[in-house]
């Protein structure tokens, strides 16, 4: 069950225990046993307003920024809403940018760790739909690909995007190229 999306649960990472099992019952004409189990199980799901870290996996135009977690990937900021504003999609870079004023363009690369805020979620059903009985000559309907989980989340406040525009501890000592070293370059 690892790995798998509960509807209205979250995403099952692993189970944590098993606290009882029942005797296993055949079924008639299947022979599938069937035993049932009372587990915890460690879940991610993310409440509203929580502020996470993860990295940009994609800049797509017209849709938004793509986060992964490593171990989820169904995380997007839409955008131009959800990054601070004025924002545009630059064309060369193939990134989402954000025109500070008065200044250079900061852009959101890919593969940037980043600090966003969760907004909303949505769920999928994708319980497969009972077969029908096609017509020799019918083709059958092509099956749209859609996550059964996803994250809708934000960076448009201070303190959110990119942790290389807010992090500024020892941001003196990386301009002077003295990183790791004391005041008399050692």
């Given at each position: 069950?690892?790995?798998?999306?509960?509807?209205?649960?979250?995403?099952?990472?692993?189970?944590?225990?098993?606290?009882?099992?029942?005797?296993?019952?055949?079924?008639?004409?299947?022979?599938l046993i069937n035993v049932n189990v009372e587990f915890d199980m460690a879940v991610f799901r993310p409440f509203k307003g929580e502020v996470i870290q993860g990295q940009i996996r994609r800049n797509v135009?017209?849709?938004?920024?793509?986060?992964?977690?490593?171990?989820?990937?169904?995380?997007?900021?839409?955008?131009?809403?959800?990054?601070?504003?004025?924002a545009y999609f630059d064309e060369t870079e193939q990134v989402w940018a954000w025109q500070v004023e008065g200044g250079d363009p900061a852009f959101y690369d890919n593969n940037e760790q980043v600090r966003f805020r969760v907004e909303r979620e949505i769920w999928n059903d994708l319980t497969p739909d009972k077969p029908q009985v096609l017509a020799s000559a019918a083709r059958p309907q092509q099956v749209e690909a859609r996550s059964p989980y996803i994250?809708?989340?934000s960076m448009a406040e201070d303190g959110l995007g990119p942790n290389l525009w807010w992090d500024v501890q020892g941001s003196s000592k990386k301009e002077d190229g003295m990183e790791g070293q004391d005041s008399e370059g050692r």
């Amino acid at each position: 069950m690892s790995t798998k999306v509960v509807q209205g649960v979250g995403l099952c990472i692993s189970m944590w225990s098993l606290n009882k099992a029942s005797d296993g019952l055949i079924g008639n004409g299947d022979g599938l046993i069937n035993v049932n189990v009372e587990f915890d199980m460690a879940v991610f799901r993310p409440f509203k307003g929580e502020v996470i870290q993860g990295q940009i996996r994609r800049n797509v135009k017209g849709v938004g920024i793509q986060i992964t977690m490593d171990f989820f990937e169904d995380i997007w900021v839409q955008c131009p809403v959800g990054i601070p504003k004025p924002a545009y999609f630059d064309e060369t870079e193939q990134v989402w940018a954000w025109q500070v004023e008065g200044g250079d363009p900061a852009f959101y690369d890919n593969n940037e760790q980043v600090r966003f805020r969760v907004e909303r979620e949505i769920w999928n059903d994708l319980t497969p739909d009972k077969p029908q009985v096609l017509a020799s000559a019918a083709r059958p309907q092509q099956v749209e690909a859609r996550s059964p989980y996803i994250i809708i989340a934000s960076m448009a406040e201070d303190g959110l995007g990119p942790n290389l525009w807010w992090d500024v501890q020892g941001s003196s000592k990386k301009e002077d190229g003295m990183e790791g070293q004391d005041s008399e370059g050692r």
